[in-house]
């Protein structure tokens, strides 16, 4: 499946998938599923359409903009404050996003799903027909896994009340309540296991592959507290999937490289999200880069949110994670803790999304990387309290990106060894949307949560810090569904 046949059938979902968004309305004249879907090539061209709607920017603009990724940036209209000032409830765009968004995916799933029990595939077609059904499963699993992540104040606890499972196409009537979290990973792990039956075995890191489903269930695992399991399937993909030398490195963020890339999510010109998008704001699209500047990425391409020296003091001469995150054109101050202006003075402009094919600030979204998988492996090594093989792994990630032996410090406690682990995550991880969950899973057990740079946060407004044990690490249930569906008000998230 090439890339232009991702941009040619968006028009296929909008077209087909927001008529069976609202499945009991009876349109004359409308295609319905079981019309749409009548070959495999039919099922083959939806999942397109899935693709064109899978999107990890939301994910991106609230980890950074919440925690302690960014500063306010010298060309900032007012782009995010509210949220860079920790300010979530239930009529933040934060909310509604998460919950719609992964909802409508959920449905679209599910509507190419039931449409494939109509279709009766040839011997020929059945291995391409079970393809497609297992991706569609995998795209449905990966909109509830961010859906109990972001709603479950406890992903490790069953009991808890996460979101509704929803694995039909509703009528428009259909008012659901909260299923427990339990339910929810029973939901995403049934269609991961047809997933995982039904792939085949490809090397196009855009479309989902065993390798991406082993990599999902990694995180699940971390996420669940499975530390064996979760080290054990890290373990297996880092056996198949090298870290990136820093030449490759740096090709992978202009998208020419993909070493270490297990599964991305593929941005093309033309495509439903060649755009700048919504700046400063969790609905966000649009080209990733977009997330922090205007135009471009450099110091006059209009950066309305920077780096914070959280991060760019904590990396290190050598470190080619500098040289891909820190444009060149930045202006750094040499004293900045007692610089008098740092707002002109010190401007760390952020080129992790640099832009590809002509197209600035555009880039392929990296969901699964093997630097993941490590850090995944490192992380379940520390609960487990195996310091020596938290300091060998870290050790490897650092030399790999220094391109140098490089030596990290032994932890001494399980705690001392998870904040490593999150330390690392903090700067390998940067604007790829992990800081935010990272803190909520971990940040109570390694002793981090929020902590910008007093210096410029103080500027800004004082809202600086922030303990990971806060509620707002759990998104409440947005008004839009509770202005739909007033009984599931009763089980709104605690503290909102």
Known sequence: MKKINKIIFVGLLALLMGCNDA?????????????????????????????????????????????????????SGGQGFALYDFVIN?????????????????????????????????????????????????????????????????????????????????????QPLRDTTGALWDYINADLAIAESGLVDQSNTTFASKDAVRAFRARIALTRGDYPTAQTLANSLLSSYGLADTTQYTNMWFDNDNTEIIWKMERVLNDGFDGQGATGSVSAGGWAGARFAFVNATLSGSPYFEMDRSIYDALLPGDVRETVMVSPTSIISPDYQNDPDPVNNDVLVIQKYPGSQGRPLMNDLKVFRSSEMLLIAAEA????????????????????????????????????????????RKIELAYEGHRYKDLKRSGVAGGRGINRDPIACGIQSGACTLAASDFRFTLPIPIVEINANPAIGAEQNPGY
């Open 90 to 174: 239930a009529g933040s765009v934060a909310a509604s996003n998460f919950w719609v968004r992964n909802y409508a995916l959920n449905n679209r799933c599910s509507v190419l799903i039931e449409a494939a029990t109509n279709i009766t595939p040839d011997a020929a077609d059945l291995a391409d027909y079970n393809n497609a059904l297992a991706q569609a499963h995998f795209i449905r699993a990966y909109a509830n896994f961010e859906l109990l992540l972001y709603f479950s104040p406890d992903p490790t606890n069953d009991a808890t009340l996460a979101a509704p499972v929803v694995d039909f196409v509703p009528g428009l009537s259909f």
């Open 381 to 424: 090594r520390a609960y487990q309290s195996d310091f020596t093989g938290v300091q060998t792994l870290l050790q490897q990630l650092r030399t790999a990106r220094f391109g140098s032996a490089q030596t990290v410090a032994l932890p001494s406690s399980v705690s001392e060894a998870v904040g490593a682990v999150l330390d690392e």
């Open 23 to 75: 499945i009991d309305i009876d349109q004359p004249g409308r295609l319905s599923a079981a019309n749409a879907f009548r070959t495999v090539a039919d099922l083959e061209n939806g999942l397109l359409a899935l693709y064109g709607q899978l999107d990890t920017t939301p994910e991106i603009a609230l980890s950074s903009n919440f925690t302690d990724e960014l500063a306010i940036g010298f060309d």
